[in-house]
C-alpha cells in the first residue's frame, strides 16, 4: 500500500513538509502530487455533496463551519451562529465521519477518529442568529443524538416549531434552553427534562405554554381552564423562567417550579397570575408589565423576593408585598391609594421599616399617600408619584432619611409651590415645617428642633442658670438690642431672665428697666403658649418673632407695645383670636401698635377667614398670610368682622397664596381703589376657578404669581411671564368702559385718601409718626456711638452697621410718611 503524505491544515501556520529522501526510503510519494491529489478528492466529494443537496453560502460560511465542526470534535462546544444556515448540515449529526487521519506530531487541530468528540458527546450547541427556512422551519429531529448538551441556544433563527414530544424528550441533561426572538406559537413545558434550570421563550408569537389538548390551547377562549385536563409540569431546577412579548392570555396554574428565582411574561394579555409561579422560599424577581392584570396574589410570603414590576397593567388595588422587597413598580395603573401595601401584622409594629429603596407610582388615580405607609419607608431614595390625582403629600416625607427624587408633577397640589414638586431637597424642608418628624431615631431632625430625630421638644429642657441669664440679657444690651432665645425649646419665660431684664437699668431710660431697652425679641421655634410676660417685660420692643410656637391668642398688653414688626408664623392662631385681639380692635382711639404695625406674618395659622380689622391698620405695608385655610374673602360671613374691606392704604406687599380661596369677592376692585402703593401679589395655589380681569389695572405691581389655581381661562404660559405681561393680558380681556371706570378710580387713588371727618386721628397719626421719627434719629446715633468703639469685633461691626442701614431706611421712610400726611 502507499501512504499519502499527511496534510497539515491548522489555520495560521504553515503545513510541515517532509524530507524527500525521507520520503523516498520509505515509499511515500511527493507531498506536491499528494496534495494535488488530495485536493482534487475533496473537490469531487464537495460536487457530489452539492447536488444531492443544494445550500447557498459563501465560502467564508463554509469556513466557519468546518471550523466550528473541528473545534466541537476536539471541545465538544459547537457554535453555529451567524452561519446563514438555512438548514442544518448533515455533518453536525455525525461527527466522527469522513476525518483525514493526521500523522503529524501535532493532533489537537484535527483530531483522529478515535479520539474527537461526537454528537452524543456535545455539551453546548449554539444556533443563533440565521434563517432557517426548511421542513416547515421546524428545528432538526436529529437534536436528539446530542443526549449530552446541557446548552442549547437558537435565538433569532426564523424557528416556527420545535421538536418537544421528540428530541426535547431525549436531552436528559439540558440545563438552559434559549430559543427567544423567532415565530413559535406554541411550547409543551411538560415534555423538558427536569433538570432544566434557564428557559427563554421571549420575543415569539406564544399562545400557549403546553400541549394542544390542554384548556389553555386557545388564547382567545372564554372558559376557564380545567386543572384535570391540564398536563402537570414540574421543573424541580427551573430557576429562570422568560416568557415575555408574546400573546398569552394566561399561564398554567398546574406547575411545579420549586427553585424558580425569576419569572418574566411582561408584554403579553395575562389577566391572572397563578399562585404555583410564587415560590415563598426562591422567588427574587417578578416582572410582569404591560398586560391586563387585575389583582395580584398575596406576595407577602415570598421572603426572598427584591425586584417587583408590575406598571401598565389594570390593577385597582396596590399588592401586598414582602419587608424584603428593594424595588418596586406600579406605573400606569388604576391604583386609588397605596393602602394594602404591607399586611397587618406588619403594620401593627410601630417599630416595622420596609427596605424599599425604590417605588414608581407614577400614572396612576392616588388620591392621597397614606402617612402610615410612608414613613415606614425609611431606605427610600426614589418616590415617583407623578402624573395622578394627589392633592397635597403628607409632612413625614420630608422626614425620610434616603429620599432623593421625589418627582410630584402632573398633579393637581395647590398647597406647594410649583417648583418645589420637581426640587425634592426643598420639598422635604417645607414638608419638615409643616409638621414634627415620626417617632423613631431613623428619621431627619424636625424643623422646630435640630438637636433630636423624634421631633419632640422638652419644657425648658436647658433653662438657663442665674449666670448665664444675665449673660443673655448683657448680649442683648448691644449691636442691635435683640433679646435671642431661638429654639431655646421654652415652653415659659425663665424666671432667671424675667429678673434680668425687670432690674434696674444703669442707663435710666425706658422706665428705668433693663428690659426697656430690648428693641427686638426672636423666640422662635420654642414651645410657648403665650407671650404675655415676655411683652410686659419689654415696653419699647419694636419686633417680635415669635414663629413656629403653640401660641393661640396674642396678650391684651400687646396693643400699648409699638410693634413694626409682628412675625407669629407657624403657630396655632384662629381668625376669632386675631380678630379679638389689639392687632385688629381699631377703634375711634388707635392704640399705639395700630399706628406703628407695618409687617405681619401669620402664615401658617388657622384663620379660616380674613379679619376686617386688618384694613383699619394706617401704616400696614406688608400681610403674609399664606397656608391657612381661608376659603372666601366675602364681606360679613362671620358676623360683619371678616372679609376684604375698602382700606390697607399703605399696603405694598401682600401674599395670600396656598389657601383655599376660591371668592376673591370685591377685592379686586378695593385694591384697585385703596392700595396705589400696591407692589407684589400672590394668590398661587388657591382654589379660584377665575382670574378676575380687574387685577390688570394694578399697574404699580412688580410681581404678581397667580398659578396653582383650578382656572381654565388663562393658559398656563401666560402665568409664568412677568409682571407686565401678565396685568396687560388681563387688561385686555376687559371692555373699554370698564377699564377707564377702574383707571379713573387708580388715577384718583395715586395717594391715600384723607377722611375729612378724621382729623383727630390724623392728628394722632401725625404725634406718633413725629415720636417714631425722634425714636429712630435717636436710635441712630447711639449705634452711630458704638461704632467708634475700638475694641468691637470685625462680626459685631458687620451687625451694627447693618443695623444702622436699617434705621436710616426706616427713618426715611417715616418722614416721607409724615409728608404724606
Given at each position: 500500500?502507499?501512504?499519502?503524505?499527511p496534510?497539515?491544515?491548522m489555520?495560521?501556520?504553515?503545513?510541515?513538509?517532509?524530507n524527500?529522501a525521507?520520503?523516498?526510503?520509505?515509499g511515500?510519494?511527493?507531498?506536491?502530487?499528494s496534495?494535488?491529489?488530495?485536493?482534487?478528492?475533496?473537490?469531487?466529494?464537495?460536487?457530489?455533496?452539492?447536488s444531492?443537496?443544494p445550500v447557498a453560502r459563501?465560502?467564508?460560511?463554509?469556513?466557519?463551519?468546518?471550523?466550528?465542526?473541528?473545534t466541537?470534535?476536539?471541545?465538544?462546544?459547537?457554535?453555529l451562529s451567524s452561519?446563514?444556515?438555512?438548514?442544518?448540515?448533515?455533518?453536525?449529526?455525525?461527527?466522527r465521519?469522513?476525518?483525514?487521519?493526521?500523522?503529524?506530531?501535532?493532533?489537537?487541530?484535527?483530531?483522529?477518529?478515535?479520539?474527537s468528540?461526537?454528537?452524543?458527546?456535545?455539551t453546548?450547541l449554539?444556533?443563533?442568529?440565521?434563517?432557517?427556512s426548511?421542513?416547515?422551519?421546524k428545528?432538526?429531529?436529529r437534536?436528539?443524538?446530542?443526549?449530552?448538551?446541557?446548552i442549547?441556544?437558537?435565538?433569532r433563527?426564523?424557528?416556527?416549531?420545535?421538536?418537544?414530544?421528540?428530541?426535547?424528550?431525549?436531552?436528559d441533561?439540558?440545563?438552559?434552553?434559549d430559543?427567544?426572538?423567532?415565530?413559535?406559537?406554541g411550547?409543551m413545558?411538560?415534555?423538558?427534562?427536569m433538570?432544566?434550570?434557564e428557559?427563554?421563550?421571549?420575543?415569539?408569537?406564544l399562545?400557549?405554554?403546553v400541549e394542544n389538548?390542554?384548556?389553555?390551547?386557545?388564547?382567545s377562549?372564554s372558559?376557564?381552564?380545567?386543572?384535570?385536563?391540564e398536563?402537570?409540569?414540574?421543573l424541580p431546577n427551573?430557576?429562570?423562567?422568560?416568557?415575555?412579548n408574546?400573546?398569552?392570555?394566561?399561564l398554567?396554574?398546574?406547575?411545579?417550579?420549586?427553585s424558580l428565582?425569576t419569572l418574566?411574561?411582561?408584554n403579553?394579555?395575562?389577566?391572572?397570575?397563578?399562585?404555583?409561579?410564587?415560590?415563598?422560599?426562591?422567588?427574587?424577581?417578578?416582572e410582569?408589565?404591560n398586560?391586563?392584570?387585575?389583582t395580584?396574589?398575596d406576595l407577602?410570603?415570598?421572603?426572598?423576593?427584591?425586584?417587583v414590576?408590575?406598571?401598565?397593567?389594570?390593577?385597582?388595588?396596590?399588592p401586598?408585598?414582602?419587608p424584603?422587597?428593594i424595588?418596586?413598580t406600579?406605573i400606569?395603573?388604576?391604583l386609588?391609594?397605596?393602602a394594602?401595601l404591607?399586611?397587618?401584622a406588619?403594620?401593627?409594629?410601630?417599630?416595622f421599616?420596609?427596605?424599599l429603596?425604590?417605588?414608581?407610582?407614577r400614572?396612576?388615580?392616588?388620591?392621597?399617600?397614606?402617612?402610615d405607609?410612608?414613613r415606614?419607608l425609611?431606605?427610600?431614595?426614589?418616590?415617583?408619584?407623578?402624573?395622578?390625582?394627589?392633592?397635597?403629600v403628607?409632612h413625614?416625607?420630608?422626614?425620610?432619611?434616603?429620599?432623593?427624587?421625589?418627582p410630584?408633577?402632573?398633579?393637581?397640589?395647590?398647597?406647594?409651590?410649583t417648583p418645589?414638586?420637581?426640587?425634592?431637597?426643598?420639598?422635604?424642608v417645607?414638608?419638615?415645617?409643616?409638621?414634627?418628624?415620626?417617632s423613631?431615631?431613623?428619621?431627619?431632625?424636625g424643623?422646630e428642633?435640630g438637636?433630636?430625630?423624634?421631633?419632640?421638644?422638652g419644657?425648658?429642657a436647658?433653662?438657663?442658670?442665674?449666670?448665664?441669664?444675665?449673660?443673655?440679657?448683657?448680649?442683648?444690651?448691644?449691636?442691635t438690642?435683640?433679646?435671642?432665645?431661638?429654639?431655646k425649646?421654652l415652653?415659659?419665660?425663665?424666671?432667671?431672665?424675667k429678673?434680668e431684664?425687670n432690674?434696674?437699668?444703669?442707663n435710666?431710660?425706658?422706665?428705668?428697666?433693663?428690659g426697656?431697652?430690648?428693641?427686638k425679641?426672636?423666640?422662635?421655634?420654642?414651645?410657648?403658649k403665650?407671650l404675655?410676660?415676655?411683652?410686659?417685660?419689654?415696653?419699647?420692643?419694636?419686633?417680635?418673632?415669635?414663629?413656629?410656637?403653640?401660641?393661640?391668642?396674642?396678650?391684651?398688653?400687646?396693643?400699648?407695645i409699638?410693634?413694626?414688626?409682628?412675625r407669629?408664623?407657624?403657630?396655632?392662631?384662629?381668625?376669632?383670636a386675631?380678630s379679638s385681639?389689639?392687632?385688629?380692635?381699631v377703634?375711634?382711639?388707635?392704640?399705639?401698635?395700630?399706628?406703628?404695625?407695618?409687617?405681619?406674618?401669620l402664615?401658617?395659622?388657622h384663620?379660616?377667614?380674613?379679619?376686617?380689622?386688618?384694613?383699619?391698620?394706617?401704616?400696614?405695608?406688608t400681610l403674609?398670610?399664606?397656608?391657612?385655610?381661608?376659603t372666601?374673602?366675602?364681606?360679613g360671613?362671620?358676623?360683619?368682622?371678616?372679609?376684604w374691606?375698602?382700606?390697607?392704604?399703605?399696603?405694598?406687599?401682600?401674599n395670600?397664596?396656598s389657601?383655599?380661596?376660591?371668592?376673591?369677592?370685591?377685592?379686586?376692585?378695593?385694591?384697585?381703589?385703596y392700595?396705589?402703593?400696591?407692589r407684589?401679589?400672590?394668590l398661587?395655589?388657591?382654589?379660584?376657578?377665575?382670574?378676575?380681569?380687574?387685577?390688570?389695572?394694578?399697574?404699580?405691581?412688580?410681581?404678581?404669581?397667580?398659578?396653582?389655581?383650578?382656572?381654565r381661562?388663562?393658559?398656563p404660559g401666560?402665568?409664568?411671564?412677568?409682571a407686565?405681561?401678565?396685568?396687560?393680558y388681563?387688561?385686555?380681556?376687559m371692555n373699554?368702559?370698564?377699564?377707564r371706570?377702574?383707571?379713573?378710580?387708580?388715577a384718583?387713588?395715586?395717594?391715600?385718601?384723607k377722611?375729612?371727618?378724621?382729623?383727630?386721628?390724623?392728628?394722632?397719626?401725625?404725634?406718633?409718626g413725629?415720636?417714631?421719627?425722634?425714636?429712630?434719629k435717636?436710635?441712630?446715633?447711639?449705634?452711630?456711638?458704638?461704632?467708634?468703639?475700638?475694641?468691637?469685633?470685625?462680626?459685631?461691626k458687620?451687625?451694627?452697621?447693618?443695623?444702622?442701614r436699617?434705621?436710616k431706611?426706616?427713618l426715611?421712610?417715616?418722614?416721607?410718611?409724615?409728608?404724606?400726611?
Open positions: 500500500f502507499i501512504l499519502t503524505a496534510t497539515i491544515t489555520s495560521g501556520r504553515r503545513p510541515r513538509q517532509l524527500p525521507f520520503a523516498s526510503a520509505h511515500i510519494a511527493h507531498q506536491g502530487s496534495n494535488r491529489q488530495q485536493k482534487q478528492r475533496q473537490q469531487q466529494s464537495s460536487s457530489s455533496s452539492t444531492r443537496r459563501s465560502n467564508n460560511n463554509n469556513n466557519k463551519v468546518d471550523a466550528a465542526l473541528r466541537a470534535r476536539s471541545t465538544g462546544r459547537l457554535n452561519c446563514s444556515l438555512s438548514s442544518l448540515p448533515d455533518a453536525m449529526f455525525d461527527l465521519s469522513n476525518i483525514a487521519i493526521d500523522l503529524s506530531m501535532d493532533s489537537s487541530a484535527n483530531p483522529g477518529s478515535w479520539q468528540h461526537g454528537e452524543e458527546e456535545v453546548t449554539d444556533l443563533s442568529d440565521n434563517s432557517l426548511g421542513d416547515h422551519r428545528l432538526d429531529e437534536l436528539a443524538k446530542f443526549i449530552s448538551i446541557k442549547l441556544r437558537a435565538k433563527s426564523n424557528i416556527a416549531e420545535m421538536p418537544w414530544t421528540t428530541a426535547m424528550t431525549s436531552l441533561n439540558l440545563l438552559t434552553l430559543v427567544s426572538g423567532n415565530d413559535l406559537t411550547a413545558l411538560e415534555y423538558l427534562p433538570t432544566v434550570r428557559v427563554d421563550l421571549s420575543k415569539n408569537n399562545v400557549r405554554l389538548n390542554a384548556s389553555l390551547s386557545s388564547s377562549s372558559t376557564p381552564p380545567n386543572n384535570d385536563v398536563p402537570r409540569i414540574v427551573l430557576i429562570r423562567l422568560d416568557v415575555s408574546n400573546k398569552l392570555a394566561v398554567p396554574k398546574s406547575m411545579e417550579v420549586p428565582q418574566i411574561f411582561g403579553n394579555q395575562i389577566e391572572e397570575l397563578p399562585t404555583d409561579l410564587l415560590s415563598p422560599k426562591s422567588l427574587t424577581s417578578l410582569g408589565p398586560n391586563r392584570l387585575r395580584v396574589p407577602s410570603r415570598c421572603a426572598r423576593l427584591t425586584t414590576d408590575l406598571g401598565g397593567n389594570k390593577l385597582c388595588e396596590v401586598t408585598i414582602h424584603s422587597v424595588r418596586l406600579l400606569n395603573n388604576a386609588p391609594s397605596i394594602g404591607f399586611s397587618n406588619h403594620l401593627d409594629s410601630d417599630t421599616r420596609s427596605g429603596v425604590e417605588l414608581r407610582l400614572g396612576n388615580k392616588l388620591r392621597a399617600l397614606d402617612a405607609i410612608i415606614r425609611t431606605h427610600l431614595t426614589l418616590l415617583d408619584a407623578g402624573q395622578n390625582d394627589l392633592k397635597d403628607p413625614v416625607m420630608g422626614y425620610l432619611p434616603q429620599l432623593r427624587r421625589a410630584l408633577d402632573g398633579n393637581p397640589i395647590r398647597v406647594i409651590r418645589l414638586l420637581t426640587d425634592t431637597a426643598a420639598l422635604k417645607f414638608l419638615r415645617k409643616r409638621g414634627a418628624a415620626p423613631g431615631p431613623e428619621y431627619l431632625a424643623e428642633d438637636t433630636t430625630t423624634n421631633g419632640g421638644s419644657a425648658n436647658s433653662l438657663p442658670t442665674n449666670s448665664q441669664a444675665s449673660s443673655i440679657v448683657k448680649s442683648a444690651l448691644v449691636g438690642f435683640t433679646l435671642n432665645l431661638r429654639g425649646r415652653d415659659t419665660l425663665p424666671e432667671e431672665i429678673n431684664l432690674s434696674n437699668s444703669t435710666g431710660d425706658h422706665g428705668g428697666t433693663v426697656g431697652r430690648i428693641k425679641l426672636d423666640v422662635s421655634k420654642n414651645s410657648l403665650d404675655e410676660g415676655w411683652l410686659s417685660a419689654m415696653p419699647a420692643l419694636m419686633a417680635v418673632d415669635a414663629s413656629q410656637n403653640q401660641i393661640q391668642s396674642l396678650p391684651s398688653c400687646i396693643g400699648d409699638r410693634l413694626v414688626e409682628l407669629m408664623a407657624r403657630n396655632g392662631l384662629s381668625s376669632m386675631l385681639s389689639p392687632v385688629c380692635c377703634g375711634s382711639q388707635p392704640t399705639p401698635l395700630a399706628n406703628s404695625l407695618t409687617y405681619i406674618d402664615s401658617g395659622n384663620l379660616e377667614w380674613l379679619p376686617s380689622g386688618l384694613a383699619k391698620l394706617p401704616l400696614l405695608s403674609i398670610l399664606t397656608n391657612n385655610k381661608m372666601t374673602l366675602s364681606i360671613t362671620q358676623g360683619g368682622v371678616s372679609g374691606r375698602e382700606g390697607f392704604k399703605s399696603l405694598e406687599t401682600l395670600l397664596s389657601n383655599k380661596i376660591s371668592d376673591l369677592a370685591d377685592m379686586p376692585r378695593f385694591l384697585v381703589e392700595c396705589p402703593l400696591l407684589n401679589l400672590s398661587a395655589n388657591n382654589e379660584l376657578s377665575v382670574i378676575p380681569p380687574a387685577l390688570g389695572v394694578l399697574r404699580s405691581l412688580a410681581s404678581i404669581d397667580l398659578r396653582g389655581n383650578p382656572q381661562g388663562i393658559r401666560i402665568l409664568d411671564r412677568n407686565t405681561e401678565i396685568l396687560s388681563l387688561r385686555g380681556r373699554e368702559e370698564e377699564l371706570g377702574l383707571e379713573a378710580k387708580v384718583g387713588a395715586s395717594l391715600p385718601a377722611d375729612p371727618s378724621s382729623s383727630a386721628e390724623d392728628n394722632t397719626a401725625a404725634a406718633e413725629e415720636k417714631r421719627v425722634e425714636e429712630l435717636k436710635s441712630i446715633e447711639e449705634v452711630t456711638m458704638q461704632l467708634n468703639n475700638v475694641h468691637l469685633t470685625e462680626a459685631k458687620y451687625a451694627m452697621k447693618k443695623t444702622l436699617m434705621h431706611a426706616a426715611i421712610k417715616e418722614e416721607r410718611r409724615n409728608r404724606g400726611r
